[in-house]
C-alpha cells in the first residue's frame, strides 16, 4: 500500500505555490516523521489560538451545493450538523437551515433508524466448535465485527443521527470491550440498549447499565457471590460511570479541602459495600443447556439467590436493611449513585466534550449539569434535556467560538465525516477493516477507561482527550485511509469489498456522480468542499490554493478530469487540521 502524504497544516496551506502541480507533488512527498511533529505542534497551535438513507450528495439541486449558496451558509449552522450529527451532508445542513436547531432537535428527538436488532441472535460459546463447516465462524458470533460494522454503516446512512451521536457517546462513558468479552450477539445487545435509551433518562440508563448480561461478563458482576464478591463494578460504576472518584462543584470543578487537596467521593468501605449489595446475578441460560456454554450475554441478568449477601450493608450514606431482596439492593446502589452530588456536573463535562469541546467553561458545565438535575418540570436525569443544554448553550453556538473552544476530531469521527461529505453507501466492514491502526477500533477499548481519559493533557492548560491516539502510526494510518478513500476512492478497492464475508452485507461504494458535476467548476467545488469539510472556514489563500491545485489536474475525459479533481480537493481539505478538530 503506498502511504499517503501527511497533512499539510492550515499555515501550509497558506503559502502553497501558486502552480497546483508542484503543490499536489509537494503533497504527495512529504511523507516525513519531521511533519507528524508539525502537524501535532499546528494541532495544539491551532486548539489554543482558535485558528435521510440515501448516499450524502444525491440531492444536487439544492442551493447549498451553489459556488454562492454554500458560501453563504452560516457557519453555526455547520457546526452544529458536527457536533448533533456524524458530519455535515447538504441534506442534514438544508434540515438545519430549514427548522432551526430546537425544531431539528425535536424533530431528531422523535427518530429511530438505527437498529443492531438483527444481530441479536445467541449461539452457545461452543457453538463455532460444531461448525466446523464455516471458516468465519468466530467472525460472525464472536467479534466486533458485525456490530461495529453496523455501527459505522447507520452512522454514515441511517436518519436518526443525534441518537446515534448520543448513543456513542454513552458507549465511551459505559464502556464494554469486545476485546475482552467476545460474544457479539452480547455486544449488539448492549449498544441497541443504549441507542433505545439515548434519550430517557439516566437512572434508567445506569439500571440497565448494571444488570445487562455483558457488563456482567466485563466488569465481573455476573456470578459475583457473598463472601469474596468482586468488586471490579462496584468500584467502575462509581469512578466512571456517575459521579467520579473526586467531589464536584456544580461547575465541574473539584471541591477542595482546608489543605487545598481534592475530597474523595466514595471510601473503600463504600466500594465493598456497594460489591455485597450487587452479589446473587447470573447469566440466562439459552437453548436447553445448563453449562457454561448456555450463558445468555445478550438479556438481562437474573438472581441467583444462593449467592446474594442477606446482610446488611451500608454505602454512600445510604443503608440496605438485613433481608432486603436482589432487586431492593441494585435499585437502592443505583439510586446512590445517580443522586450522588457530583453525577451531573460530572456526566454533563463528559457530555459536553464528547459533543462539543474538550475546554468549556465551568459556567457550561454548570448550566448542562442544571438541566440534568432537572429538566424544567422537576425531572433529574433527562437526557433530552442535557443534549438540548449542551447543544444549545451560547458557548456551544456562534459563528465566532471562543479561541480554546473545540477538539481533536477521534478517528471514528473522521472518517464517517468523509464518508458522509463524499456520499458512500456501504455495509460498514471497509470501515472496520482498517480502524484498529488508527488506535480506535470502535467496541473494542483497551479496557474501561476507553480509548482515551477525558483529562488527557494538551498543554499546562488544556486537555484534548482524542489527542492520546496520536502517534506517528496512527496518524499515518488515518491519512492513508483518507487518502486511500479520496485520490483512489474508486469503487473496486479491495477494502470496499465484503472480504470478511459478513452474511448479507454489500460492501461499500462511494457515490461520485455527483461529484463529477461539482468538479467541472473549480469555484463551485471549493466551495462545497469548504462548506462540507471545514464549516466554510478556510481562508482566502486556502481556497487559493485548493483552487490551484483542482486547475492543475487535466484529463482528455472531461469527466474523469471532473472527478479526479474533486477527489483531490477532498483530500487536500480532509487531511488538514481544519478538518480533524472541529470548532
Same mark, same amino acid.
Given at each position: ?11 501550509? *496551506? ?8 508542484a ?7 512529504? @511523507? ?10 499546528f ?39 458536527k457536533?448533533?450529527?456524524?458530519? $455535515? ?12 436547531f430546537k ?6 428527538f422523535?427518530?429511530?433508524?438505527a437498529?443492531?436488532?438483527?444481530l ?17 465462524c468466530?467472525? @460472525? ?8 460494522? !453496523? ?5 454514515? *446512512? ?19 470491550s469486545?476485546?475482552?468479552?467476545k ?5 449488539a445487545? %448492549? ?13 434508567d ?14 466488569l ?5 457471590a457473598?463472601?469474596?464478591p ?11 460511570f ?5 467531589q ?14 481534592t ?32 450463558? &445468555?450475554?445478550?438479556l ?25 431482596? /436482589? ?18 456536573? !460530572? ?5 459536553? /466534550? ?9 459556567a457550561?458545565?454548570?448550566?448542562v ?10 425531572? !433529574? ?9 449542551v ?10 467560538p ?16 468523509? =464518508? !458522509? ?5 456501504t ?5 472496520? &477493516?482498517?480502524?484498529?491502526?488508527t ?6 477499548? $483497551? ?18 482527550p ?24 474508486e ?6 469489498? &465484503? ?27 471549493v ?13 482566502? =489563500?486556502?481556497?487559493?490554493a ?5 486547475l492543475?489536474?487535466t ?15 477532498? %483530500? ?5 487540521? &481544519? ?5
Amino acid at each position: 500500500m503506498t502511504p499517503a502524504p501527511t497533512p499539510t497544516p492550515s499555515a501550509q *496551506l497558506d503559502q502553497a505555490p501558486a502552480d497546483g502541480a508542484a503543490y499536489l507533488v509537494q503533497l504527495a512527498s512529504d @511523507f516525513a516523521s519531521g511533519i507528524i511533529d508539525a502537524f501535532w505542534r499546528f494541532l495544539a497551535l491551532f486548539t489554543t489560538n482558535g485558528g435521510s438513507w440515501q448516499a450524502g450528495l444525491a440531492t444536487f439541486s439544492q442551493p447549498v451545493l451553489t459556488a454562492d449558496g454554500a458560501a453563504a451558509v452560516p457557519p453555526d449552522v455547520v457546526r452544529f450538523a458536527k457536533q448533533a450529527t456524524f458530519g $455535515p451532508t447538504p441534506d442534514s445542513i438544508s434540515r438545519i437551515a430549514a427548522l432551526g436547531f430546537k425544531g431539528w432537535l425535536d424533530e431528531q428527538f422523535a427518530m429511530h433508524g438505527a437498529s443492531y436488532n438483527d444481530l441479536i441472535v445467541w449461539v452457545p460459546i461452543n457453538y463455532c466448535k460444531t461448525n466446523t463447516d464455516n471458516p468465519k465462524c468466530w467472525e @460472525f458470533n464472536f467479534s466486533r465485527y458485525p456490530t461495529a460494522s !453496523r455501527f459505522y454503516a447507520d452512522a454514515v *446512512l441511517a436518519p436518526d443521527q443525534l441518537r446515534q451521536r448520543v448513543a456513542f457517546a454513552l458507549s465511551q462513558i459505559l464502556v464494554v470491550s469486545a476485546g475482552q468479552v467476545k460474544n457479539g450477539a452480547g455486544l449488539a445487545s %448492549y449498544q441497541q440498549m443504549l441507542l433505545d435509551n439515548a434519550f430517557g433518562n439516566y437512572r434508567d440508563v445506569l439500571q440497565k447499565v448494571t444488570m445487562h448480561g455483558y457488563m456482567g461478563a466485563y466488569l465481573n458482576m455476573a456470578n459475583s457471590a457473598k463472601g469474596a464478591p468482586s468488586e471490579n463494578y462496584a468500584r467502575e460504576l462509581m469512578q466512571l460511570f456517575a459521579m467520579g472518584p473526586v467531589q464536584l462543584n456544580q461547575d465541574g470543578t473539584p471541591v477542595l479541602g482546608a489543605s487545598g487537596a481534592t475530597l474523595p467521593n466514595y471510601t473503600p468501605d463504600d466500594v465493598r459495600g456497594v460489591a455485597r449489595a450487587l452479589t446473587g446475578w447470573t447469566y440466562v441460560k439459552s437453548g436447553g443447556l445448563t453449562d457454561a456454554s448456555a450463558n &445468555n450475554h445478550t438479556l438481562p441478568m437474573v438472581p441467583k439467590t444462593q449467592n446474594y449477601d442477606r446482610a446488611a450493608k451500608q454505602f454512600l450514606g445510604t443503608t440496605v436493611p438485613a433481608g432486603a431482596t /436482589q432487586e431492593a439492593s441494585v435499585a437502592a446502589v443505583v439510586d446512590a449513585v445517580f443522586n450522588h452530588p457530583s453525577t451531573p456536573p !460530572r456526566l454533563a463535562k463528559l457530555m459536553i /466534550q464528547n459533543l462539543v469541546t474538550s475546554n468549556p467553561s465551568p459556567a457550561y458545565v454548570g448550566r448542562v449539569a442544571g438541566a440534568f438535575r432537572d429538566n424544567g418540570a422537576g425531572v !433529574r436525569g433527562d437526557m433530552k434535556a442535557l443534549v438540548r443544554a449542551v447543544l444549545l448553550d451560547p458557548e456551544a453556538r456562534g459563528d465566532e467560538p471562543r479561541g480554546d473552544a473545540g477538539k481533536v476530531k477521534e478517528p471514528a469521527l473522521a472518517l464517517v465525516a468523509l =464518508a !458522509r461529505a463524499i456520499g458512500f453507501r456501504t455495509d460498514g466492514v471497509a470501515f472496520v &477493516n482498517r480502524d484498529t491502526p488508527t488506535g480506535q477500533p470502535v467496541f473494542e477499548a $483497551p479496557s474501561v477507561f476507553n480509548f482515551y481519559p477525558p483529562d488527557y493533557p494538551l498543554n499546562d492548560r488544556l486537555v484534548s482527550p482524542a489527542s492520546k491516539l496520536m502517534s506517528a502510526g496512527s496518524v499515518m494510518a488515518l491519512q492513508t485511509i483518507l487518502y486511500d478513500w479520496t485520490i483512489k476512492g474508486e469503487a473496486g478497492r479491495a477494502d470496499f469489498t &465484503n472480504n470478511i464475508g459478513v452474511p448479507n452485507f454489500t460492501g461499500t461504494t462511494p457515490v461520485w456522480d455527483g461529484w463529477d458535476a461539482i468538479g467541472s467548476d473549480p469555484d463551485r467545488l471549493v466551495a462545497v468542499v469548504n462548506l462540507l469539510l471545514l464549516s466554510n472556514s478556510a481562508t482566502g =489563500a486556502q481556497l487559493s490554493a485548493m483552487r490551484s491545485a483542482a486547475l492543475s489536474i487535466t484529463d482528455p475525459d472531461a469527466t474523469l478530469q471532473a472527478r479526479k479533481r474533486a477527489q483531490a480537493v477532498l %483530500y487536500i481539505a480532509a487531511s488538514s487540521p &481544519n478538518f480533524l478538530v472541529d470548532r
